[in-house]
């Protein structure tokens, strides 16, 4: 070890390192078959055997009647716009990823940022209302860390003013409430299988469909608008998923259930040892009948003895890759802050839970050890 460094760096470098989060990654072995019958059939993807298979056994899984994969979910998002050929100025949250307002600007939509819930961080409801003009054309809430949005409050408000509601569900893979998938609310819902979510497929994403003509409109919109080798009926994206990604999340859905029971197990964890931690405080959960703990945020309040930004660069120093997610707000960025609804004043709920959040490491192959040296940090302050 180099006797020049400072003691904090050399301590540094002899602690494991934590990811906020790792890809879930079925046994190598059990893809090898999968390989080895798609080199046979040489078939890579315009919806080959594999493509279809996911499709059933994900509707079937997810409690759902129709969906189409996607190579990931930001091409579903744009693409959701398309199908429902929305336009003017749609409602959505300033609390989320930027892919959320950029599926927006890409379809030349006006975003238009309403302030989040306190306890949940999803759009707040009784903000909407205020936000609708005569352009407004539909809300894109966010099911935010997996939590379900006020999914009736919501529909109600769209149902008055006539709106469409596309939900960007990338975090609400296998959530369910008392009424059963939160996929099936708002017209369409849009999933990720990114690399990071709890269920990937290395990279993907799928629109939940209500019922086949929109599914075969959006097949038609991901697929350049082809209907068949001389007939194209729109301006269609190339947003296919291949068989290797098909393939791969089929074989993920055979360990998906595992995955989400250890998930379950380190929220609660996390839980116990955060319990009495004086300014850190853990979101609540939102009536999820099944939850899919996709993420562990939580809020450094005034009471603690760092500010979030603080205990963000202690984790670093220990080699902890927490992750400030939310942070900046959408709004903040350059191509929205000149918005009228990008004003902080607008939105100081989502400003406060920006400056506050932090998501704690969370992953199936997470130690017991490894939470409690987490906690430990947070503790020692």
Known sequence: MNASLPAKAVAALTEETIFVTQPHLAPLDEFIPYLRRIWDSRVLTNGGPFHQQLEKALCEYLGVQHLAL???????????????????????????????????????????????????????????????????????????????CDVDAIQKLADNYNLRVIYDAAHAFGVETESGSVL????????????????????GGAIICPDAKTKQRIDHLKNFGFVDEVTVVAPGINGKMSEINAAFGLLQLQHIDAA??????????????????????????????R???????????????????????????????????????????????????????????????SAKVLCLPIYPTLTSDNIE????LIADS
């Open 184 to 203: 099936q609310h708002g017209d369409l819902a849009v999933l990720s299988f990114h690399a990071t979510k709890v269920f990937n497929t290395f990279e």
């Open 70 to 148: 996607f190579a990931n979910g930001t091409l579903a998002l744009v693409t959701a716009l398309q199908a429902l050929r929305i336009t003017g100025e749609v409602i959505t949250t300033p609390y989320s990823f930027a892919a959320t307002a950029h599926s927006l600007l890409w379809n030349g939509i006006k975003p238009v940022f309403v302030d989040v819930d306190a306890d949940t961080l999803n759009l707040d409801p009784a903000r909407i209302e205020a936000a609708i003009t005569p352009q407004t054309t539909a809300i894109m809430p966010v099911h935010c860390y997996g939590h379900p």
């Open 260 to 289: 989400l029971a250890r998930r379950k197990e380190i929220d609660a964890q996390y839980r116990e040892l955060l319990r009495d931690v004086p300014g850190i405080r853990c979101l609540p959960d939102a009536g999820e009948k």
């Open 373 to 376: 040296r987490v906690v430990g």
């Open 291 to 353: 939850a899919n703990y996709a993420y562990f945020p939580v809020l450094v309040e005034p009471d603690y003895p760092l500010s979030r930004d603080a205990l963000y660069q202690k984790f670093r120093d220990h080699n902890i890759y927490a992750r400030r997610y939310f942070y900046p707000l959408i709004s903040d960025f350059p191509m929205y802050r000149g918005l009228p609804s990008a004003a902080r004043g607008n939105l100081p709920v989502a400003a406060a839970a």
